[in-house]
């Protein structure tokens, strides 16, 4: 089966770092996503990977290791507005996005 | 530029009623589709379409039915409802399928079936 694997909820202080990981098994690979959702919106999309790396977007970078099944998506200098929830999507090899039941990540003052 | 719009926002209907949900895309995207999203579970696929008349199933399409007659619409049709299909829909679209494409989302429709 198809599973994607992230922490259910997550808090850290205004202004510090955060981490967010991400694992998955998956049926073929062709790109892994993160969208930001806050509660009650639509999910936004955040970044893409496809080759292992880190990618860096201003104070949000993603990182993937295709061997490991794993991303981690890293915010900086966290802000109040950056409380919401984070999708983890992987597309499989019919192009399909397979998703994460995704983080809630609780910014604290 | 609207984006993808949805309607309606919220609904409540009872168990055994119809009801159809609209997506509208002015984006002029090619793929479109239907997500439900539950607590504690990750968005599922339940219809999507890859072009004007075209469309196919997804992970979870019991129960229901989509059309696509036109390019920028997308609807969702629910034939009977039970109150297992109480949920958060999302309508979706994309230029297409490859590599980079991202999908866009439409601000949702809160369904409660009683």
């Known amino acids: 089966g198809q599973n994607i694997d992230q922490p259910t909820e997550m808090t850290a202080t205004e202004g510090a770092i955060v981490q967010i990981n991400c694992t998955y098994q998956?049926?073929?690979?062709?790109?892994l996503f993160w969208y930001q959702q806050h509660a009650g919106e639509a999910p936004t999309f955040l970044s893409y990977n496809v080759l292992d790396g880190l990618e860096e977007k201003g104070r949000f970078s993603s990182f993937l290791s295709r061997s490991k099944g794993y991303s981690y998506l890293l915010l900086k200098e966290l802000q109040m507005k950056d409380s919401a929830s984070y999708l983890c999507?992987?597309?499989?090899?019919?192009?399909?996005?397979?998703w994460g039941a995704g983080t809630k990540l609780i910014i604290k003052p | 530029n609207a984006g993808v719009t949805q309607t309606p926002k919220f609904r409540v209907l009872k168990t055994g009623q119809s009801m159809t949900l609209l997506c509208a895309q002015d984006?002029?995207?090619?793929?479109m589709y239907w997500y439900r999203q539950d607590p504690g579970m990750g968005l599922r696929l339940i219809h999507y379409?890859?072009?004007?008349?075209?469309?196919a199933k997804g992970e979870v399409p019991d129960g229901y039915n989509v059309s696509r007659l036109k390019k920028q619409n997308f609807l969702l049709g629910l034939e009977s409802a039970a109150p297992s299909q109480t949920s958060v829909y999302f309508c979706a679209s994309s230029s297409g399928q490859g590599h980079q494409e991202t999908q866009y989302f439409g601000p949702g429709t809160r369904l409660l079936v009683l």
């Open positions: 999507a992987v597309r499989d090899s019919d192009y399909q996005l397979i």
């Open positions: 984006m002029n995207h090619e793929y």
């Open positions: 379409s890859v072009g004007e008349g075209t469309t």
């Open positions: 998956t049926s073929g690979f062709n790109g």
